[in-house]
């Protein structure tokens, strides 16, 4: 068995769900398992995911976004889409928050709060971090609309499977309590520096407690190899992500220690404030949310069909378990020739009229408004436009 540890990788390593190798031949790559079944490589190479996080180097290399689910009818070239995220932002960005640190609550969440920016903050209840400000957490953080992610009950690993199963399973449970009636599907990480003894894949893991991993995760700190250090790195990446119309996720340690993994309080709140300067393009989605709404676009088809002049049926058929995918998705009208953006009406339907809302993309008019992420059906009216 090879032992399943949390690796911050060397340059040259690669890591793979069932232990951390050099890239190397077969023979070589065979050998070295066999070595790791009963050595523990050095700790040092401890990270926070089972898969490689992208480096800067790896963040130019990202591939182009998947396309958005869309028809238009022939006649009137009206086009329908679900935009690639909510509201037609150009990308989306998640603020992760690890280990319970108690400047999370202390200063992150106030601030994000005061913004109406979304936090996800990855807890750890069986730990002091937590337990000292239990009272906090569970109104201030709550209250202000962050989200909470599994990051284990006390961040130590797991010797066997069974131990594995409660401290993952136990800090689901704990988060689903404080959010009744809410979707089970939460962000996750196993925590750096831990070493999970487990001969389950983690891909059961994941389906038994939910779990959800967030993409293109970028470290901030003010040591460390990879990590975004400075404002100009910071906005190189955000602007990265706009361009590619990615999600790109940010992730913190302690705010206020300017060292090691820890940034000042002073360049935590330069980020924010640059952030707020773009939030036209931007969505400040939480990681289980920005999952969904992913997830949801990529599982999703959209048809048009005409049903009389100037009136259209959108259909959508959603992919995805609404139980576990609820978030709202963005869908788009594109308006050319006769049709009148402002003059738009659409009804679901049981015939409720949508509240929708105007702008311009791309050189056209176009109407957007939200949907649920189920099977259905929108009509379309319109008026004619005067020229």
């Known amino acids: 068995m090879c032992e399943v540890t949390e690796w911050r990788y060397p340059q040259g390593f690669s890591l793979s769900r069932r232990c951390a190798i050099p890239r190397r031949t077969a023979t070589e790559v ?22 490689a996080k992208p480096t800067p180097s790896d963040a130019k290399k990202q591939v182009a976004p998947d396309p958005e689910p869309s028809a238009t009818d022939e006649q009137s070239q009206v086009t329908a889409k679900i935009t690639r995220w909510f509201d037609g932002k150009a990308a989306a960005v998640s603020l992760r928050f690890d280990d319970s640190n108690p400047t999370h609550i202390l200063i992150a969440v106030p601030l994000l709060t005061q913004h109406q920016m979304v936090g996800t903050f990855l807890i750890n209840p069986g730990r002091d971090g937590y337990k000292r400000h239990k009272d906090k957490w569970e109104t201030e953080a709550i209250r202000g609309g962050h989200e909470f992610g599994n990051h284990t009950m006390h961040h130590r690993g797991a010797k066997d499977d069974e131990e594995a199963d409660y401290e993952i399973g136990e800090c689901s449970k704990f988060i689903w309590n404080l959010f009744p009636g809410k979707s089970k599907l939460l962000a996750f990480r196993s925590g750096g520096g831990t070493t999970w003894n487990i001969q389950k894949p983690w891909s059961h893991y994941n389906k038994k407690w939910h779990l959800v991993y967030d993409e293109h995760s970028l470290g901030v700190g003010t040591e460390g190899e990879g990590y975004v250090r400075s404002m100009p790195q910071f906005k ?65 088809k959209v048809s048009i069909r005409r049903l009389a002049e100037r009136r259209l049926e959108i259909a959508l058929a959603a992919g995805t378990d609404v139980a576990l995918y609820d978030q709202a998705l963005t869908m788009e009208l594109a308006m050319t020739g006769t049709w009148r953006a402002d003059r738009v009406k659409v009804a679901d339907a049981q015939g409720r009229v949508l509240k929708t809302r105007t702008a311009q993309s791309e050189g056209r008019q176009v109407v957007r408004f939200e949907v649920p992420p189920v099977n259905g059906t929108m009509t379309v009216s319109g008026s004619e436009s005067r020229r």
């Open 236 to 300: 190189e990446r955000l602007d990265q992500a706009l361009k590619s119309g990615l999600w790109v996720t940010f992730y913190y340690h302690q705010i206020g220690l300017e060292k090691g993994l820890g940034i000042s309080e002073a360049f935590f709140r330069e980020q924010v404030e640059h952030l707020r300067s773009r939030r036209d393009d931007l969505w400040f989605a939480g990681i289980a949310q920005a999952h969904k709404y992913q997830a949801e676009r990529r599982a999703a």
């Open 30 to 51: 065979l050998g070295v398992c066999l070595v790791a079944a009963v050595l523990t490589l050095p700790a040092a190479f401890c990270q926070e995911r089972t898969k």
